[in-house]
């Protein structure tokens, strides 16, 4: 049972234009959302989170969007750099139960070209 | 502390086999979870201690699976009769409780069962 999911597989993007990564989600009781940042021959690493609370967050480069009423979060890199080039996993908890038990999409591959 | 490590990063094994393998996570993080990643997917959920209470167990860990953290520091997976379903990448993660929205992974161990 899927219940976080990102319908795209792979995504290429020009060096300084912005990427934007999507991420469904069908269980109505996620509260809290994460991206995950995965190089080759490495672990995932954090990279920004959002609460139900809100509907956007902004780290530098990187702003996630949080839309509840469509069950859709969004990622943007604005500007695009090569060091960008990774796997992108969207992730989604619940803070009222398993608090850090979290169910992740399939992964966007993104490719930055120069 | 450099982070999160796992051992092996690689395992060949035939089926049939008994594998462990070890985690050690981030030394002042309390809760430290296991994940298990096959190709073209993200990573999915197996379990998660506190200190040395194992929490939550997901469906996907059989009765083949049984993960340890003895004194709230390091953890063992293992997987006992090994199956070739059983090749993927088992992932470790571990976090603050307070923290538990930013999980710190380690590299993983690739399994691959013959």
């Known amino acids: 049972d899927q219940q976080v999911k990102q319908n795209s597989p792979s995504l290429s993007v020009q060096e300084g234009r912005i990427s934007i990564l999507n991420c469904d989600y069908t269980n109505s009781m996620f509260d809290y959302f994460l991206w995950y940042k995965k190089y080759p021959a490495e672990g995932p690493t954090f990279l920004i989170s959002?609460?139900?609370?809100?509907d956007k967050n902004e780290d530098g480069r990187f702003t996630v969007f949080l839309n509840k009423s469509a069950k859709h979060l969004s990622l943007h890199i604005v500007p695009s750099q090569p060091g960008d080039s990774a796997v992108y996993f969207c992730?989604?908890?619940?803070?009222?139960?398993?608090?850090?038990?979290?169910?992740f999409g399939a992964g966007t591959q993104v490719v930055v070209t120069p | 502390d450099t982070g999160v490590s796992q051992d092996p990063r690689h395992k060949i094994t035939k089926r049939g086999q008994n594998v462990t393998f070890r985690c050690d996570p981030i030394s002042e993080h309390n809760r430290l979870y296991w994940y298990r990643q096959t190709l073209g997917q993200g990573p999915e959920f197996l379990t998660y201690f506190q200190n040395e209470a194992q929490l939550e167990k997901s469906r996907l860990l059989s009765d083949r699976f049984s993960a340890e953290r003895p004194k709230g520091s390091f953890s063992t997976l293992e997987i006992q009769r090994t199956e070739q379903g059983d090749s993927a990448m088992y992932l470790c993660a571990s976090s603050l409780m307070a923290a538990s929205y930013e999980q710190y992974f380690g590299p993983g161990t690739r399994l691959t069962v013959t």
């Open positions: 959002i609460s139900s609370i809100k």
């Open positions: 992730a989604a908890s619940m803070t009222t139960d398993s608090w850090g038990k979290f169910q």
